[in-house]
């Protein structure tokens, strides 16, 4: 698929079938994500795979009921380590770096999964403690997003964006851009 074509299609499925992911796109996504860039190549992230049911079950639960969590037979939870980024760049690696770093991995994971024809959610809402539990992870470790993946059972809707003109600048904060729409299509499948 042809990335713009990508960013296109993706938008939250929060309604899944009940169809195993195959391991091979799994696999994928997680190369997608090794590829990722991080402050210094640190990598101050962490993901965790999470397909086991009754594990899933809990982690719906630490999202505070969001049944679509249970039902996707995949999340990845990605955890930032700030005290890998902080070795290096101290404060800002420990409250920003290793976040952006989570981040932007959590993002590769979507449009890869996008790209392989698999439906996905940014769930961000959850108990951090919770979800630590869940999936083990030491005190140390901040989650930073839940990507629910697997087949659609849903069409995604479209959902509107501001104006580029209000959120584009030119120059100095408060100066719009003047944006000329290229892409008329949201592609669809
Ligand atoms: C940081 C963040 C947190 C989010 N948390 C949730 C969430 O907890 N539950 C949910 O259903 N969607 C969540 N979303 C998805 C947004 O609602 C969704 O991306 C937004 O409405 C735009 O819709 P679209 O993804 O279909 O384009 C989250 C997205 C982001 C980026």
Same mark, same amino acid.
């Given at each position: 698929m042809e990335f713009f074509d990508v960013l296109a299609r993706r938008h939250s499925i929060r309604r899944y079938l009940p169809k195993k992911v195959e391991e091979e796109k799994i696999n994928l996504i997680l190369e %997608?994500?090794?590829?990722?860039?991080? %402050?210094?190549? =640190?990598?101050?992230y962490h993901v965790v795979v999470v397909r086991d049911e009754e594990r899933r079950r809990r982690l719906?639960? %630490?999202c505070y009921n969001q049944e679509f969590v249970y039902e996707a037979p995949v999340s990845m939870v990605f955890l930032a380590d700030p005290m890998r980024s902080a070795r290096r760049y101290?404060?800002?690696g420990m409250v920003?770096?290793?976040?952006?770093d989570a981040t932007i991995a959590a993002t590769y994971a979507m449009l890869s999964a996008t790209a392989l024809d698999l439906g996905t959610c940014w769930v961000g809402a959850f108990d951090d403690d919770k979800v630590r539990e869940v999936v083990?992870?030491?005190?140390? =470790?901040?989650?930073?997003?839940?990507?629910?993946?697997?087949?659609? %059972?849903e069409r995604p809707e479209i959902t509107e964006r501001r104006k580029i003109s209000e959120m584009a600048n030119m120059?100095?904060?408060?100066r719009p851009f003047p944006h000329k729409e290229v892409k008329k299509e949201l592609i669809r499948s």
């Open positions: %997608a994500v090794n590829t990722c860039p991080t %402050a210094g190549n =640190l990598q101050a719906a639960r %630490a101290g404060r800002r920003l770096y290793s976040i952006q083990g992870a030491s005190s140390d =470790l901040v989650p930073v997003a839940v990507i629910t993946i697997g087949y659609p %059972a120059e100095v904060f408060g």
